[in-house]
């Protein structure tokens, strides 16, 4: 039994030795028709079980290779929006609560392996898993180790993880952006650069490049695999106020008081301007090619990268606020991405999710979440299957009203 054990091994050395030379001896292009066609192999035999056929026209190949195409370079649009739920109710939610956490929850980020990250006035970065939906760890602050210098000291403002998941980084009052490891949750380094606090942070999918602005009115551009400083965006006149990653290398921001929304194409060293008649809070992705913007004048707009004024306007989006009867201000927003779905936050008790119109001249209401506080960051899953509501009894830039339930 040995011996037969013994020559079964040296025949599949042998077998594993003449595989190896057979690939030393193959040109890179032969590799990649090889590579090619076991790819189309196996997309053939996916559509076959999916479709529970045993033969494929070429059409429906052809058709999943270019939704393949499409969805790898993050243009891959999805209606997903007629497939929501529209009824929740409060009891069906799942709350997380730690003791970490004694103060508002301020931004939020979700990892593609299924991790939230929470950031907090109380200078704390808690990681959840949102598999069993329970926290796995945490980064204390500062006051707790004062010798730290990587921890922070100041209210948490923005959290962004990289599409690989290999970076976390975290911004707050102060100039500096530490980067985290998210598995681990230790320190990897951090960059210094800015000259007022941090407000938003985002990381390019394709460059691996991390965006960040600031309330010094500028955008830097960081290289986190070189762990070096690459450039800084001129242009708003007004501390900026959200940020967000486009296609290739280009950047959305918007300006607050400067009342402009900006696309920033980074390779080309110029930007695009777009104006509004309000103070903007926020800027969100939906595609390569449009935009969300959000205020304090209680509208979200819909944006073309090729137009210069919205193409839709939801006004009062969350109705009026009950004393001072003004429109209630967004606190946050987020979309699906490369979908037909987006959801916005206020103070009114409700969540709101949106469908966009096919050519994006138009939103309608799909459902309201019912949610006391302060929506102050929102975001979903990888998947599409999860939203997470960061909830707070403030604002998280402020402390102008205060909802106790």
């Known amino acids: 039994k040995d011996i037969e054990e013994d020559e079964d091994v040296h025949i599949n050395r042998k077998d594993n030795l003449v595989e190896s030379d057979e690939e030393e001896q193959m040109t890179a292009q032969e590799k990649k028709v090889k590579l090619a066609r076991q790819y189309l192999k196996d997309i053939e035999e996916e559509e076959k079980e999916r479709l529970e056929t045993a033969e494929l026209d070429n059409e429906v190949i052809l058709g999943r290779l270019h939704d393949e195409v499409l969805s790898q370079a993050g243009k891959l649009r999805k209606k997903i929006a007629d497939s929501i739920v529209t009824v929740y109710k409060s009891e069906e939610y799942v709350v997380l609560k730690c003791k970490e956490h004694k103060l508002p929850i301020t931004c939020l980020a979700v990892s593609s392996n299924n991790f939230l990250y929470t950031g907090s006035k109380d200078c704390t970065i808690v ?3 949102l598999t069993s939906m329970k926290k796995v760890g945490h ?9 730290n210098e990587t921890l922070h000291a100041t209210p948490i403002i923005c959290l962004a993880i990289s599409h690989d998941n290999k970076h976390l980084a975290s911004g707050d009052d102060s100039n500096i952006i530490q980067i985290w490891d998210p598995e681990t949750l230790a320190h990897i380094f951090s960059f210094r650069g800015h000259r007022a606090g ?4 985002a990381f390019c999918r394709f460059t691996k490049h991390l965006y960040s602005s600031s309330r010094d009115r500028t955008v830097k551009v960081w290289s986190v695999e070189e762990k070096a400083y690459l450039e800084t965006l001129f242009g708003h006149h007004m501390p900026i106020t959200g940020l967000d990653a486009l296609s290739k290398e280009r950047a959305v921001t918007s300006g607050g008081t400067d009342n402009t929304v900006r696309v920033w194409k980074i390779q080309e060293e110029s930007q695009l301007i777009y ?3 309000r103070s903007i809070d926020g800027v969100k992705r939906l595609d390569d090619h449009h935009f969300l913007s959000y205020g304090d004048d209680g509208s979200v707009c ?8 919205p193409l839709h306007i939801i006004s009062k989006a969350h109705g009026l606020d009950d004393g001072c009867k003004e429109p209630r201000w967004i606190c946050s927003i987020a979309s699906i991405s490369n979908s037909d779905v987006f959801a916005s936050g206020s103070y009114d008790g409700f969540v709101k999710l949106w469908k966009c119109d096919d050519n994006f001249r138009g939103a309608s209401l799909l459902a309201d979440i019912p949610v006391r506080g302060f929506i102050n960051s929102l975001a979903f899953t990888s998947n599409s299957e999860k939203l997470v509501i960061g909830v707070g009894q403030e604002h998280r830039l402020g402390r102008w009203a205060k909802i106790k339930e």
């Open 127 to 129: 990681k959840w898993c």
């Open 139 to 147: 980064i204390p602050p500062r006051h707790k180790f004062k010798n």
């Open 198 to 201: 941090v407000t938003a942070l």
């Open 275 to 277: 104006n509004h008649s």
């Open 302 to 309: 819909l944006w073309a990268v090729t137009k210069k004024k």
